[in-house]
């Protein structure tokens, strides 16, 4: 059974950081590109970041280029976000996803972790 646990969410002040983790389980299949998306309320969710799991190439969010980092660590299957100089309209759900377009196709979920950046 797969299983994308978040963790690392939190109450932040604006400007500060916090690091976001996705442990991933039970693929039969490997993924192909895992990312990280986010839904504030009232909104519709939106992409962040993505990280192709084979070679690392990345790709995010005007919003958040240049604050923003993603990365994996395939030995642990984990993918982290690094969110440095946090904004209030950073405010949202955090969601992992797990995707794969080639052979046998799937996308799955986590659960989502609150990020909440308020003074």
């Known amino acids: 059974q797969v299983q994308l646990v978040e963790s690392g969410g939190g109450l932040v002040q604006p400007g500060g950081s916090l690091r976001l983790s996705c442990a991933a389980s039970g693929f039969t299949f490997r993924p192909q590109t895992m990312s990280w998306y986010r839904q504030a309320p009232g909104k519709e969710r939106e992409l962040v970041a993505s990280?192709?799991?084979?070679?690392?190439?990345?790709n995010y969010a005007d919003s958040v280029k240049g604050r923003f980092s993603i990365s994996r660590n395939n030995a642990k299957n984990t993918v982290y976000l690094q969110m440095n100089g946090l904004k209030p309209e950073d405010t949202a759900v955090y969601y992992c996803?797990?995707?794969?377009?080639?052979?046998?196709?799937?996308?799955?979920w986590g659960q989502g972790t609150q990020v909440t950046v308020s003074s």
């Open positions: 996803k797990a995707e794969r377009r080639v052979g046998v196709r799937y996308d799955y």
């Open positions: 990280i192709t799991v084979t070679d690392g190439n990345t």
